[in-house]
């Protein structure tokens, strides 16, 4: 069962959700019966949660910053860009080659995976296996390719990281990720603390470029808007890739590359004129062929949408979704599941919630639980699931919509679908991502089980990880 403290603050929390969600539909109601327009382009509620500000600066091994792709709709994403996108291929063999060469030396040890928490001499893995852990470890964090920080020599005198430098010999082309925050269609947003943190852990441990969707919220903004935003995303993305091809065979005689400033002992960039039709970071770091979307609770039902538009889609080259992870998603149905029945009043988001929400998604005359955004298993949904790409799902074992994810699965599977379901006993819904348990054990071993799994889809050949 989840903690004494878990639960006190699940009674906390719904209360006040149920609150915000009553208060929306009341004051929609009003606005509807007055005839005046709803507000236009929210994607963020400022006075619910602190926002995190962008720091281009690789100060924690992430630098961060936003882009807005859409000022009419508001529409915006903030980049993730892990600091392991200077290493040159070159420097990744031979670092490679010394570091497997360890010998005798247990001070040399690689942890298997980067860790936020704090440093034990040992652990144990989700398979129960003890996992034994260098006392100076923290000088190893080491990539997807198993090259340490250290040997690349990225840092200054001072041990403060040196700079980003997109121009130089050293980038690295990594994967990227669309990733959509939670938040039940009507709250949340991409720059919040929380998802910020969240980001940054899985840009280090999948050593990825996400990028973290400001999607529009409702119910200023009915379905399906937050899901047309998710895919205007993903073309937003394949239109960044062949300018930036474009800029390649245009070389540097333009001048309209970014320009390296220095603030307090931090080198960053400062985009130059041209940046608002290409965007640096992902010209030189972002390779589309390898893309990942992840979709945390309603983000999950968003997430599996624009994969499903990916695949039916032809104008989406050279972006490829090679991948997608699906945190215990929002779905729904008429029929309800075992687990909707046994956990109706679960923790966080109970069923009453759960549709309260989905009506303030959903127009009135639409509105059903088995709409094809809440309901996966409905038959109406295009298009075959064979074509699906490799789908894991994360869920929890309180949470009243563990049973349908688990469903869709399955359904995944059977039409030969690599679609694994990575249960966590104890666990609530959202037990990943919340701002209270973002730090918790069961929250840093479900990041890494998710890295170790979306390696398998990015990792370039010759470079793949063997556990």
């Known amino acids: 069962m989840p903690s004494i403290g878990v639960k006190l603050y699940s009674v906390f929390f719904k209360f006040m959700l149920k609150h915000r969600l009553q208060s929306r539909l009341q004051a929609l109601e009003n606005d509807i019966g007055s005839g005046g327009g709803s507000s236009f382009g929210v994607t963020s509620r400022p006075q619910e949660e602190t926002s995190a500000a ?165 119910p200023e903004n009915k379905y399906p808007a937050a899901f047309e935003d998710g895919l205007k995303v993903l073309h937003w993305l394949a239109k960044q890739a062949n300018l930036a091809d474009c800029s390649k065979s245009l070389g540097s005689t333009l001048g309209g590359g970014p320009d390296l400033r220095k603030s307090d002992g931090h080198w960053h960039v400062a985009d130059a004129f041209g940046a608002s039709m290409l965007e640096p970071w992902l010209a030189a770091h972002g390779d589309p062929s390898r893309c990942v979307l992840l979709g945390v609770s309603c983000g999950g039902n968003i997430a599996d949408h624009v994969v499903r538009k990916s695949v039916e889609g032809k104008l989406l080259d050279p972006v490829k979704v090679v991948a997608q992870v699906l945190m215990y998603p929002f779905f729904i149905g008429n029929v309800p599941t075992h687990s909707e029945i046994k956990l109706a009043n679960s923790y966080f988001f109970d069923k009453a919630m759960c549709i309260l929400a989905w009506k303030l998604l959903l127009p009135e005359e639409e509105f059903s639980l088995d709409h094809p955004a809440a309901n996966p298993l409905i038959m109406e949904r295009g298009p075959p699931l064979k074509q699906m790409p490799p789908t894991l799902t994360v869920v929890a074992e309180h949470d009243l919509m563990r049973d349908r994810a688990i469903a869709y699965s399955e359904e995944l599977r059977k039409v030969n679908v690599d679609a694994p379901v990575l249960e966590y006993k104890d666990a609530v819904h959202e037990f990943a991502t919340l701002d209270m348990l973002l730090k918790t054990p069961q929250a840093q071993a479900c990041a890494e089980d998710i890295a170790i799994w979306v390696k398998k889809y990015i990792s370039l050949r010759g470079h793949e990880f063997s556990y």
């Open 54 to 218: 962008a720091n281009p600066s690789f100060t924690d091994g992430v630098a961060t910053k936003d882009i807005h792709i859409d000022p009419i709709t508001s529409l915006s994403i903030r980049i993730f860009l892990p600091d392991t996108c200077f290493h040159s291929p070159e420097a990744i063999s031979k670092s490679r080659s010394s570091v497997m060469n360890f010998g005798s030396d247990p001070t040399q040890i690689l942890l298997r995976r980067n860790s936020y928490g704090p440093s034990n001499n040992s652990v144990s893995s989700s398979n129960g296996v003890s996992v034994k852990r260098a006392q100076n470890h923290d000088s190893f964090r080491r990539n997807s390719y198993g090259c340490s920080i250290d040997d690349a020599s990225l840092k200054s005198e001072n041990g403060v990281y040196g700079g980003y430098n997109p121009i130089g010999n050293n980038c690295r082309k990594l994967p990227v990720m669309l990733q959509f925050h939670g938040g039940g269609f009507v709250s949340g947003s991409n720059d919040s603390v929380a998802n910020d943190f969240f980001c940054r852990r899985i840009a280090k441990l999948c050593d990825v470029i996400v990028l973290a969707v400001g999607y529009r919220l409702a």
